[in-house]
């Protein structure tokens, strides 16, 4: 294994519901490089790591759900007439909430949309998601290469489009 590489195995157990016991269990073992300045690990942000790990412990529930959790988020967050949050961005789909902590924005929105679902690191560790128990999934991107805001895609499971939302400093 070169410089720079590192292996991760991951175990990912799928749960009944209500029940601890494992309908399956799928693992794998892939590599990633940590010198690629978008994974988590790449940078020297503790709060960030830290953030991390704590959603990709915590056990999935049976009722997540896309129109749950986007009910709870627009509690905290301003959502638009069509179920979208933030202004328009430069391209179609993304959106852009300015704040005076785009990362911490970033995270309690994640926090939020990705409540109650399957978590896990991303395969090239350059986030984590959420898959909700209805088929949405939450992808939270501290480090995203795009726009170099932190961002949240909310891919809904009866759209077939992606929802990117940019966190950015007011």
């Known amino acids: 294994m070169g410089s720079g590489i590192s292996t991760k195995y991951e175990k990912t157990y799928f749960y009944k519901l209500k029940d601890e ?3 399956s269990v799928s693992e794998k ?29 915590r ?14 988020t627009a509690q905290h967050f301003e959502m638009n007439s069509d179920g979208s ?8 789909n993304v959106t852009v909430i300015e704040s005076d902590s785009p990362m911490h924005s970033a995270m309690n929105f994640y926090s939020e949309m990705g409540e109650g679902g399957q978590m896990k690191y991303l395969n ?15 992808t939270f991107r501290p480090y995203p290469k795009s726009e170099g805001s932190p961002a949240v895609e909310i891919r809904i499971c009866f759209e077939t ?3 990117k939302i940019h966190f950015v400093q007011r």
């Open 21 to 23: 016991e494992p309908l």
């Open 29 to 57: 073992t892939y590599e990633y490089n940590v010198n690629d300045t978008h994974t988590i690990e790449s940078h020297n942000d503790e709060e960030v790591k830290k953030f991390c790990e704590d959603m990709v412990s």
């Open 59 to 72: 056990k999935p529930y049976e009722d997540s759900s896309y129109a749950q959790n986007l009910a709870n």
């Open 85 to 92: 949050f933030g202004k328009p961005g430069r391209v179609p």
């Open 124 to 138: 090239n560790h350059h986030g984590i998601q959420s898959k909700l128990m209805d088929g949405t999934d939450v």
């Open 161 to 163: 489009i992606i929802r």
